[in-house]
């Protein structure tokens, strides 16, 4: 994906929250393994286009979840961070995902300014 | 920094703002009693051809929204196929997203009165547009022959979420080594309700079935 765009709506999206007085130290994302987003492109694209600050000033933290999928061929669900991966208990490749898709920001961290 | 530290929580996905907009999309589409769909392939895989094809029998019914990084070559071929159409110049990007599709549908009001099926050429990429919600009825995604049959499983991202999987250039059958079986059965795979149509856009081969399959979705 272009991980530049999603970075810049994140900047856009977690400057309305940050308190007066304050400035933003950390921002908590959590990114689902099927999400398409690769998370280390995502970071240094966060680093890059936050204004006023160096990389490192702004601690950028991921989450990962796992993807949960239903085999459709014997009802069970598993977790896999690989989409590739077939049903544990039956071998199948047909299957739904149910979770995993997940690009969201949590929180963030802010400091007061002195 | 010696300043007391704060948490504020925020749980936002990142897509909620183009998410939003692409339900303000669908609104006008279904109060307009516009049928909208999200065409999307890897350039040159036949997308303007179907539409051109599609503009041959739907005339005045159809209306497209074209999206290009540049030029007005694809809203031309489909004006000229006889079916209403307006450009998106992208100037760069990748894909389509909810926000340029509003401004779109602002630009084509008053929308014609014969129109019944509003389709959306997406940017040729087979990564990007899958993730943007535009606020269309159905994703389309076209793989053709000359791809090759491999390709599912490489772009899972648009693969597993579209609701059609048309398989275009079927005419050359037995001139390249595709199997649309083994790319058919990759796409259930991980798509199982997907809607699967084989067409050659070149020669109308399948077209009827793949309209049939739109007017029973509009109802």
């Known amino acids: ?114 | 920094m010696n300043g007391r530290t704060r948490t504020v929580k925020m749980k936002s996905p990142v897509m909620e703002r183009n998410d939003r907009i692409a339900e303000k999309n669908r609104m006008i589409l279904d109060q307009a009693g516009l049928l909208g769909v999200n065409l999307m392939s890897s350039p040159g895989a036949g997308k303007t051809t179907l539409l051109e094809r599609l503009a041959e029998r739907l005339g005045d019914r159809l209306a497209v929204i074209e999206g290009d990084v540049q030029t007005t070559r694809d809203a031309d071929r489909v004006k000229k196929a006889g079916a209403s159409a307006y450009q998106i110049e992208t100037g760069g990007a990748c894909h389509l997203d909810a926000h340029a599709v509003q401004k779109a549908l602002s630009q084509m009001m008053p929308f014609g009165k014969t129109w019944k099926y509003l389709f959306i050429e997406n940017v040729g990429n087979l990564i990007c547009p899958g993730s943007y919600k535009l606020g269309d009825h159905i994703r389309v995604g076209m793989l053709s022959l000359p791809e090759g049959d491999d390709k599912i499983m490489k772009y899972p991202g648009l693969f597993s979420r579209i609701d059609v999987l048309l398989i275009n250039k079927i005419d050359l059958l037995g001139h390249l080594r595709f199997d649309p079986a083994r790319a058919e059965e990759e796409c259930r795979g991980m798509n199982p309700s997907v809607e699967i149509f084989r067409i050659s856009a070149e020669t109308g081969d399948g077209i009827q079935e793949f309209i049939s399959f739109l007017n029973g979705v509009a109802g």
């Not at chain 1, 400057?15 to 950390?26: D, I, K, R, T, Y």
């Not at chain 1, 006023?52 to 000033?57: A, Q, S």
């Not at chain 1, 239903?70 to 977790?79: I, K, R």
């Not at chain 1, 071998?91 to 961290?109: A, M, W």
């Open chain 1, 1 to 114: 994906m272009h991980e530049l765009s999603l970075a810049t709506e994140i900047v856009r999206m977690v400057a309305e929250q940050v308190p007066q007085g304050c400035v933003l130290n950390g921002i908590n994302l959590s990114i689902g393994y099927l999400s398409g987003v690769n998370p280390d492109s995502l970071v240094f694209c966060l680093e890059s286009v936050i204004p006023g600050r160096d990389p490192g000033d702004v601690r950028i933290s991921v989450n990962r979840i796992p993807a949960l999928l239903n085999c459709l061929e014997c009802g069970s669900n598993y977790t896999t961070d690989d989409l590739y991966e077939p049903c544990p208990a039956c071998d199948s490749l047909r299957r739904k995902v149910l979770s995993g898709r997940e690009l969201t920001v949590d929180s963030i961290e802010t400091v007061e300014i002195e």
